[in-house]
């Protein structure tokens, strides 16, 4: 029977401002891996900046996930929704607190790791929804 794998990539979708835009991984058990993001080519590239879609690998030799990024003019983003630049940076502060809060607690018992997941897991679903 294969251990689960307590991994999640979180910020998938993100807003472009010519800056490097990194997933962010949440790794409870401090799993050693490797995460690579790959342009439309397929090409290893150090970290996606520029509007469009990326592939991200995370991998080690047991495990490895593929998800995609996306990276979206904030002009996209303010019309589908009717967000003001100071709604969108809220937004983005209020997640970035919370994953850090994740971050912080993740030394925390075996039993409480699951809770934390699920919730998390619920903010994903509802940052998702918001952008």
Aim: proline share 2%; glycine share 2%; aromatic share 4%.
């Amino acid at each position: 029977m294969s251990e689960f794998i307590d991994l999640s990539v979180i910020g998938l979708e993100r807003i472009y401002n010519g800056e490097e835009k990194l997933i962010n991984l949440i790794n409870p058990k401090n799993l050693n891996v490797n995460i690579e993001y790959l342009d439309k080519e397929s090409n290893i590239i150090k970290a996606p900046i520029e509007v469009g879609e990326y592939t991200v690998v995370v991998k080690n030799e047991d495990i490895k996930i593929t998800k995609k990024l996306v990276i979206k003019k904030k002009e996209d983003i303010m019309s589908k929704f009717h967000l003001s630049d100071s709604e969108i940076q809220n937004l983005v502060i209020d997640a970035e607190s919370i994953i850090e809060e994740f971050n912080v607690d993740s030394n925390i018992k075996e039993s409480n790791i699951e809770k934390k997941v699920s919730n998390k897991r619920n903010l994903n679903k509802v940052l998702l929804r918001l952008l």
